[in-house]
């Protein structure tokens, strides 16, 4: 690699796209794009794909092919590259003739840095001979897993991509992904023919979204309060079928909230508006069946809903995925019952055998993923080949209000022992049957019912070994096959754990049918927001009525993170904007004069004393950290914990609150004051700052220093001023 280009990678980074620093795994994957190396990359939703093929592209020389399979995904992506001084083009049957020659000319004058195809554009002859014609960079494959059967979303013209390209010659492909069982990715590599591809996998985590299964009672209440929770919020209600959309759509305009439809079977120009309004910010909620998403990258939606129980568990991480891109908070919620399980089995019985059973394997595990009380995240990440060690997420409903729990030491060893004596070739159905000692035919003909495990678990039913067998998949002491994972293996920590056995607990699993008729205990959530919440709301409406004028998306203009970031900093410059995240040179320059009007003006009229000499002052990590505290403070995260993750003492954290307290911006810091000083004490300290002269620690420590510590004088201080300096 020459030297320098880590540099130039920074520079079009922060130039063009406006961000200081990579995320995750995306310097060394736009490294492999750049070095010409076959690249796969599996990373789920939100976490910024696109950037690993859009900043290659824009630097090396030629055209990059993008093939993407839903057309509003590229109208979108061209509008956003557009929107930061990209050429950009799509190629699909929206265009007219004299568009795609337009298109065409301007790819063969090398103008064009990126070309998204659609997949049945790419197999036209036509078009086949002119991309032979034109100077291609790379070949970036979107939503790769549309490759293999055994996907949630198989589409059959994938299939022909590798032989196209073939014909066009040796064109580096980098593959892409967010949804890949470790079977469909093995498909991918092998369609693709990309054996020897330079492999990135991130985290399938997504840290910032909270999951939540409730049972399938009173829906309808449930849904009018989590939608009410978040007024004027984007998000989205996922049902099954068209007549329930329209349905719920309905009930919640009834109910005052701005909420419009979507499915297949509305008119074209109906749903285009519809769903154009919903990213117009003209509607909240948008009420669809699953044809509504995949071409929808809104970064700020802040919930999404499944009224109905999805089809397979990549359905449910994709679609739950649309939420917090921006990588705020996002609230998935499912509403669950055994009933939707069995009704969408109906839809699959004219299926031929095989599709039937794919189908039924996909929907035990969604029950499954449903019924469990282990952690939601632990057993997401687990279905996508990954393993999460944290004990508690924090971020779901089964981490937040645990179940009962109980030891099951004895238990697993049972399972392992019947995995082992059935010879590792078998399906959790026969694995139980074994367990209760039920002699089915099936059980018979393999002469199970003569193994010692026979009957060992007859204590128990089926239900209770079901989820005893999935806890010790996901606790590693088997695996599934990948060839074929309806089958279990064991691990080595199993064999292990035979010979050495210790105390493991498993969780009971949830009963939704019997749970939940009580009313749910509110939990309060509130919001207390760190950023200027009335400015935030000001440049919020300028976004749309700019957005609204070039006709494109709001937030094609400035996401949500950006525009709280201003909130916070109130920049009043060219300067000072391009510092703030999200904001690049281009963006800065075609959009940033009337929010800077806006911000100047909201300045002078309030008297706010700006931020931008402590955004000078300090250096870019340093305002970063104030960001990434004010965030955690919003998030309620104990103060020695944000000093941990941050690797300052608490000191450093303390003086950085002050700062930030004193450079205008409220923080609620209650929650933490509440764990360490009573009301009482709170008060005095409180008492003391309203009637002192002056808001200096070191006379307050004189003042008070006997009975209170200094820590404990500066957290007040900080409330104090928060609650009255302001
Ligand atoms: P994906 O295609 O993986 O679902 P996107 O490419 O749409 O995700 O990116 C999700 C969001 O993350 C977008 O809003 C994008 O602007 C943002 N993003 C991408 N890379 C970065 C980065 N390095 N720093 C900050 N934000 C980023
Ligand atoms: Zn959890």
Not at 250 to 268: C, Q, S
Not at 316 to 329: C, F, K, V, W
């Amino acid at each position: 690699m020459e030297t320098g280009i880590e540099d130039k990678l920074r520079e079009t980074l922060k130039t063009v796209f406006g961000y200081d620093t990579f995320r995750g795994n995306q310097e060394s994957i736009i490294q492999s794009v750049m070095d010409g190396k076959d690249t796969f990359v599996i990373m789920p939703t939100g976490a910024g794909k696109s950037l690993c093929y859009q900043l290659p592209a824009i630097l090396k020389s030629g055209t990059a092919i993008v093939i993407s399979p839903l057309i509003a995904l590229m109208k979108n992506q061209v509008d956003q590259m557009n929107a930061v001084g990209i050429n950009a083009k799509f190629l699909n049957s929206t265009l007219t003739k004299g568009e795609i020659n337009r298109v065409k000319k301007e790819t063969l004058a090398g103008e064009v840095k990126l070309l998204y195809v659609a997949p049945e554009s790419l197999t036209k002859e036509e078009n086949v001979q002119f991309l032979k014609e034109a100077d291609i960079s790379f070949t970036a494959v979107d939503e790769a897993h549309c490759i293999s059967e055994w996907g949630h979303d198989f589409r059959p013209e994938y299939r022909r991509i590798k032989s196209i390209l073939a014909e066009l010659g040796e064109i580096p492909i980098v593959a892409l992904t967010a949804t890949a069982t470790p079977k469909v990715q093995l498909d991918i590599v092998k369609n693709l023919a990309i054996e020897g591809a330079n492999t990135f996998q991130s985290s399938f985590n997504r840290t910032n979204l909270v999951y939540e299964v409730k049972p399938k009672k009173q829906a309808k209440k449930q849904l009018i309060r989590i939608v009410k929770e978040h007024k004027g919020e984007s998000g989205i209600v996922y049902c099954l079928s068209r007549k329930k959309v329209e349905e719920i759509a309905e009930f919640l305009k009834v109910n005052d909230i701005k909420a419009a439809p979507y499915h297949a079977g509305i008119d074209g120009n109906i749903r285009m508006k519809n769903q154009d309004a919903f990213l117009n910010e003209d509607v909240d909620v948008i009420v669809a069946t699953i044809a509504f998403g995949m071409g929808i990258d809104k970064p700020d939606v802040r919930f999404v809903i499944h009224y109905d129980v999805p089809k397979s568990i990549e359905g449910y991480y994709q679609e739950t995925g649309r939420a917090g891109r921006d990588g705020l908070i996002g609230k998935c919620v499912m509403f669950y019952s055994y009933n939707d399980i069995l009704k969408l089995e109906k839809f699959n019985k004219d299926k031929t055998v095989t599709e039937r059973e794919n189908a039924r394997f996909l929907l035990d595990e969604m029950a499954a993923y449903a019924e469990s009380a282990v952690c939601r995240r632990k057993q997401l990440m687990h279905y996508f080949g990954e393993e999460y060690h944290k004990e508690n997420c924090e971020g779901c409903d089964n981490c937040l209000h645990p179940k009962e729990r109980f030891e099951a030491e004895a238990e697993v060893k049972m399972v392992i022992e019947a995995v082992q004596q059935t010879g590792e070739r078998f399906d959790l159905n026969h694995i139980s049957d074994v367990l209760i000692g039920k002699a089915t035919q099936h059980v018979k003909s393999y002469s199970h019912n003569k193994l010692k495990a026979f009957g060992i678990g007859k204590g128990h039913d089926e239900a209770f070994w079901k989820s005893v067998i999935r806890q010790t998949l996901l606790n590693e002491f088997i695996q599934k096959d990948i060839e074929n994972p309806g089958v279990f293996k064991l691990t080595q920590k199993g064999i292990d754990f035979l010979i050495d056995p210790f105390a493991i607990e498993l969780s009971k699993d949830h009963e939704y049918e019997l749970e939940g008729e009580e009313e749910e205990i509110e939990r309060e959530t509130v919001n207390t927001t760190a950023y200027d919440k009335t400015l935030f709301d000001m440049l919020k409406a300028l976004r749309k009525s700019v957005a609204k004028h070039m006709d494109l998306p709001p937030y094609v203009i400035f996401q949500d993170p950006s525009m709280e970031e201003m909130a916070t900093l109130y920049p009043t410059s060219f300067e000072d904007l391009i510092k703030i995240v999200g904001v690049g040179e281009s963006k800065a320059r075609k959009f940033g004069k009337p929010f800077l009007e806006l911000i100047e003006n909201y300045v002078e009229e309030n008297d706010i004393i700006t931020a931008s000499d402590v955004l000078i002052k300090s250096s870019g990590t340093k305002s970063k950290n104030k960001i990434f505290i004010i965030q955690q403070i919003d998030r309620k995260i104990d103060l020695e914990e944000i000093a941990e993750t941050k690797d300052m003492t608490y000191e450093k954290l303390l003086d950085e609150i002050e700062n930030i307290c004193d450079g205008g911006t409220k923080l609620n810091i209650d929650y933490y004051i509440d764990h360490i000083l009573d009301e009482d004490r709170q008060d005095e300290i409180y008492d003391y700052f309203l009637n002192a002269e002056t808001d200096s620690v070191e006379v307050a420590l004189e003042e008070l220093g006997d009975e209170y510590s200094e820590e404990e004088i500066r957290l007040m201080r900080i409330k104090f001023m928060s609650e009255y300096a302001h």
